[in-house]
């Protein structure tokens, strides 16, 4: 179960063990948009989201120059950050990654870094995580259904 709401995190660990938790939920496909700025904890979340998918965190790093990187856990993980992407005109770069296969795979999970560069394309029936840094090592961290009008 994806819990839905705010939560305030003291460390790395604890955000990393939200995550962990919501990994081990995890017996399908899902979307993640992780959202915040650098240093907000999205590579953390990731890296929990994937020990609970049986990868090993240690593998799940900023993908920011391969943009994708794949992890084949107990489910299939793609990662991508797409810091890197223009802020407009990435449409062709997406498609050449092949997002929309990805998203279309039965037992794959695909979080994503900075999706404010999907440019308006809308992703239905995905989790929204907004990270926030609240000083020190604190963090909110707001998971929310995103908008499914259909
Ligand atoms: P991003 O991917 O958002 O740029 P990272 O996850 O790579 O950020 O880095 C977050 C940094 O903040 C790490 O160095 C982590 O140890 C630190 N940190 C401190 N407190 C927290 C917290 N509560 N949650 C997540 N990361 C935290
Ligand atoms: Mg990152």
Known sequence: MIPIGTFITHSAEETFELAYEIGEGLTASAVFLLQGD???GKTVFAKGLAAGLDIDPADVNSPTFTI?????GRLR?????LYRLPDTGGADELRELGLDEMLNESQAVVVI???ERLDGRVIAAAYRVRLTDQGGDARHVEIRRTNTSS
């Open 38 to 40: 650098l240093g907000a």
């Open 68 to 72: 994708v990187n794949q992890h084949d």
């Open 113 to 115: 870094e900075w999706p």
């Open 77 to 81: 993980l793609y990662h991508l950050d």
